[in-house]
């Protein structure tokens, strides 16, 4: 419902196009009356608390599995809620700029969306560590065990602290440029957009999939890779390749 309001002005502006667009447009845009502002608001407002509460909803269950000790910690669902925010700002940058709109506006909320939840997240990853430090949380030793022992685990907890870090400190700088640079060095703020959606990738995949090199219900180790064929890192791509092959069908018609 909200990308339909979202869009419905521009679905409008392409009512009287030829071809199957215009078409599409006309069919899809539900009329020529304008769209409420109001309306977009509680949409949007609504759709912002049934994702958070998505999000808490997935952590809090995920907390609760003991067989799991990184994911056995009340900081997960609060960490799942920053890093979602991280990524989806950083996407709004990256299609404000593949889009051709290129709004500064945008740009400039979402960097400082992106400030916000970069803090946030250090902060909660601040306090897990030291909760588990003084407590003896479980999912802390877990964590510092494994990257004690798995060259891996090393090299990505050093990835993840630097991109994190060096995320907060580029948009922390880039905002507080000053106002005559700042349409300049916002036409590349989509870059620190792909650096974002990295971040709430890379948090996800390690603490859902790579924790999953242990199985829940056997012991020894259960190793987890991504396939080359159909069912792994080609069906990925083919369905990029999908989505490009609809895309460039709509713009040829």
């Given amino acids: 419902g909200l990308a339909w309001l979202a869009w419905r002005p521009a679905l409008q502006a392409r009512r009287n196009a030829p071809g199957l667009s215009g078409w599409m447009a006309k069919w899809l845009s539900l009329g020529d009356s304008a769209t ?4 977009v608001a509680i949409v949007g407002l609504a759709a912002l ?14 907390a609760i599995v003991k067989a799991r000790p990184l994911w056995n910690t009340v900081w997960l669902p609060p960490m799942l809620v ?4 991280i990524a989806a700002a950083g996407l709004v940058l990256v299609l404000n700029r593949v889009s051709g709109v290129c709004s500064h506006a945008t740009v400039r909320q979402m960097l400082y969306v992106l400030l916000a939840f970069c803090a946030v997240a250090g ?8 909760d588990g430090i003084n407590a003896n949380v479980g999912s802390v030793a877990a964590a510092l065990e494994s990257v004690r022992h798995s060259p ?6 050093l990835w993840g602290g630097i ?16 106002a005559q640079r700042q349409p300049a060095l916002f036409a590349w703020a989509w870059l620190l957009g792909l650096v974002a959606i990295h971040m709430g990738w890379m948090f996800r995949w390690v603490v859902l999939m790579d924790v999953q090199h242990v199985a829940r219900n056997s012991a020894g180790f259960h190793h987890y890779g991504i396939p080359a064929g159909s069912s792994g890192i080609l069906g ?17 018609t």
């Fill in 152 to 157: 891996s685990w090393r090299s990505t907890a």
């Fill in 236 to 252: 990925i791509v083919g369905t990029f390749g999908l989505w490009l092959a609809a895309i460039l069908l709509i713009e040829q």
């Fill in 123 to 130: 902060l909660i990853a601040a306090s897990w560590f030291l």
């Fill in 36 to 39: 409420p502002r109001a309306l």
């Fill in 49 to 62: 608390l049934l994702s958070s509460g998505i999000m808490l909803y997935t952590g809090a269950e995920l």
């Fill in 163 to 178: 991109t994190g870090i060096t995320l907060f400190i580029a948009v922390a700088w880039l905002v507080s440029r000053p």
């Fill in 82 to 85: 920053a890093t979602g925010f």
